[in-house]
């Protein structure tokens, strides 16, 4: 394949990569929210992504759609690699496992869940988001911005004492 051929072949993955970037961007907005019930809905976006995959299949044909799935793989595999190496290097956890370039690898079948995240949590980290809540068994949240402004602890309500109208 010569210089020509490989440009117009990379000028091809064009409509593909473009076809993926509808519901990344879905994923990637409702990622940055800190409510469980929005940020569900970043889902969506990665199984948009793995939908669009298969429409593409039959649209632009199997070798523009992998390249361009391919392409999208490497760069996410790669900004969560970096996120890794550097929490890793920030980390003062002696037991803090080491980032691997197996994450790369991962990324060619997994971007569609790893760019969020890697956005979410580089931000995180940057301190433009706060940290997302994180789920406890009972459904209530703990973490997050709101917790971490001090807010005052309530004593749950005692079932044992009668409220005004109840028998």
């Not at 569900?40 to 948009?48: A, E, K, T, V, Y």
Request: hydrophobic share 45%.
């Amino acid at each position: 394949m010569n210089k020509a051929d490989f440009t117009t072949y990379l000028s091809s993955l064009a409509q593909p990569a473009l076809a993926f970037a509808a519901p990344l961007v879905v994923a990637l907005v409702f990622s940055l929210f800190s409510s469980p019930g929005i940020r569900g809905w970043r889902n969506l976006g990665i199984l948009g992504c793995y939908l669009v995959l298969v429409g593409c299949f039959f649209a632009f044909g199997w070798r523009r759609t992998l390249g361009a799935w391919l392409v999208y793989g490497l760069m996410s595999g790669m900004l969560y690699f970096a996120y890794e190496l550097v929490t890793h290097r920030r980390s003062t956890d002696p037991d803090q496992p080491k980032p691997t370039l197996f994450t790369i690898v991962n990324g060619l079948f997994l971007w569609p869940i790893m760019a969020p995240e890697a956005v979410e949590y580089s931000l995180a980290e940057l301190g433009v988001l706060g940290s997302a809540p994180e789920s406890t068994i009972d459904g209530s949240t703990s973490g997050g911005p709101a917790s971490d402004a001090g807010a005052a602890h309530e004593e749950p309500e005692r079932r044992d004492e009668k409220h005004p109208g109840q028998p």
